[in-house]
């Protein structure tokens, strides 16, 4: 069974700050890396994609992904109150995308 | 360039019922994927459709069937539907088998009562 964890949150964060977004997945044949954001009421939208080991950054996101510790991340900077939605890591090896249950991340001002 | 298109947007049916979904994948995209969205299980792999073949099927009942016409659009039926069938059902459409990742359309909202 392919796995793929996060927390569920919520993740609370000021206005501002950095928000960062784990996920741990199970199958080490996973080649791409994927994180969507779902807004309520909403369907996913995909934000970030990485395939291989270290950073990759596209305005105020940045996914971090190590094959070695079957981890990948997601860094908001800057987080904005519209950044508050529900954050699923999806992974892809040689089967389908498996998604995690998401992470909630609420921004306060 | 236009989305992915589902319809309807929501429905509500009957205990028993059989419904069918509907998908336009976006223009030159082979591959659509459905899943079902609900609030226990997060999102559910149902099946994969690559130029109208099934490539592969989730772990749901016989209940949940699809297909893909040549034009990629795609269609997904329950049968004898139970409450437990209320979910948000997306169809995600993509050009390979969701390696360059998904573009999900705004789904169905199924409510059986």
């Known amino acids: 069974q392919k796995e793929v964890e996060q927390n569920s949150g919520p993740l609370s964060v000021p206005e501002g700050a950095i928000a960062s977004l784990n996920c741990t997945y199970s199958?080490?044949?996973?080649?791409?890396f994927f994180w969507y954001r779902q807004y309520s009421g909403k369907s996913p939208e995909l934000i970030m994609s990485?395939?291989?080991?270290g950073d990759k950054e596209d305005g105020r996101f940045t996914a971090q992904l190590n094959k070695a510790s079957q981890y990948v991340s997601l860094l908001i900077r800057d987080s904005q109150p519209s950044d508050s939605a529900t954050y699923l890591c999806a992974v892809h090896g040689s089967y389908i995308p498996t998604f995690g249950r998401g992470t909630s991340l609420i921004v306060h001002p | 360039k236009a989305g992915v298109t589902q319809t309807p947007r929501y429905l509500i049916k009957t205990r028993g019922q059989q419904v069918t979904l509907s998908c336009s994948p976006i223009s030159g995209h082979r591959s659509v994927s459905w899943y079902q969205q609900t609030p226990g299980q997060g999102l559910q792999f149902l099946f994969e459709y690559f130029s109208e073949t099934q490539r592969n099927k989730g772990n749901f009942p016989g209940r949940f069937s699809g297909r893909q016409f040549s034009n990629s659009r795609s269609e997904m039926n329950v049968s004898t539907l139970e409450l437990g069938d209320s979910a948000l059902y997306l169809c995600a459409s993509s050009v390979g088998q969701g390696a360059d990742g998904y573009t999900f359309g705004s789904g169905t909202r199924l409510t059986v009562v």
């Open positions: 990485i395939y291989s080991n």
């Open positions: 199958d080490r044949g996973s080649q791409s």
